[in-house]
């Protein structure tokens, strides 16, 4: 079964610091990957996915096949950046070609 | 255009009550979700429509689930009778063509409390 892990709960960091948040999926089959994130009082909403290979709001993700990895970097985190950030795992296969799977999601604060 | 509507964004119940969740999903979205997250765990995906049809239900808990969409449209999900551990944020989405990368919107959710 497909799985999502995102190790980390809680990530701080000053503001103008680099900033990687981790994913690892588990997945034997050819994956879309995803990183959606929710501000305060927001709902959720695509950051970004690992085939457009695009930069949204200065983060970027390499889906790294070998190790199962999807991380989400910035090069200078900036504190509108503090949300709750979650990786998720999409798969079409049988009768299941929807829905998401989640990891548990990482909250970064982004101090002044 | 309008987004995935919600409602009540917040209830709180007793438990053994019932309680019934709305979505609305955006105008022409054949396709809709379910998910919930409980205290501490990951978004769990509950289950999929297409149209009125149920695509998928894998992911719902147990039988005191029962989620509809009359018609095509507005879904509900009703819990009856609720238990403490269906506490959580239940997100509703919506997509035109099934996948996510096809304007897959989710709602702001319904956070239930049940004590």
């Known amino acids: 079964a497909q799985r999502v892990t995102q190790p980390e709960k809680l990530l701080s960091v000053f503001k103008g610091a680099p900033v990687e948040l981790k994913c690892n999926y588990s997945?034997?089959?050819?994956?879309?990957l995803f990183w959606y994130v929710q501000y305060s009082r927001q709902r959720l909403q695509l950051l970004l996915r690992h085939i457009s290979r695009e930069s949204i709001k200065g983060f970027t993700a390499d889906l790294n096949k070998g190790e199962t990895s999807f991380h989400l970097k910035k090069p200078f985190a900036q504190e509108e950046d503090s949300a709750m950030y979650y990786c998720?795992?999409?798969?079409?296969?049988?009768?299941?070609?929807?829905?998401?799977?989640f990891g548990q999601g990482t909250i970064l604060t982004v101090h002044p | 255009e309008a987004g995935v509507t919600q409602f009540p964004s917040h209830s709180v119940i007793e438990k053994g009550q019932t309680v019934t969740l709305r979505c609305d999903p955006i105008s022409g979205h054949d396709n809709l979700y379910w998910y919930r997250r409980v205290m501490g765990k990951e978004i769990k995906f509950l289950l999929h429509f297409v149209k009125e049809s149920k695509q998928d239900e894998s992911g719902m808990p147990n039988n005191r689930f029962l989620a509809e969409r009359t018609g095509g449209t507005y879904s509900t999900l009703k819990v009856q009778p609720a238990e403490l551990e269906d506490s959580g944020v239940y997100f509703c989405a919506s997509s035109q063509v099934a996948g996510p990368g096809s304007g897959y919107t989710f709602g702001s959710g319904t956070r239930l409390t049940v004590v």
């Open positions: 998720a795992l999409y798969y079409a296969g049988g009768t299941s070609y929807g829905k998401l799977t």
């Open positions: 997945y034997s089959g050819s994956p879309e």
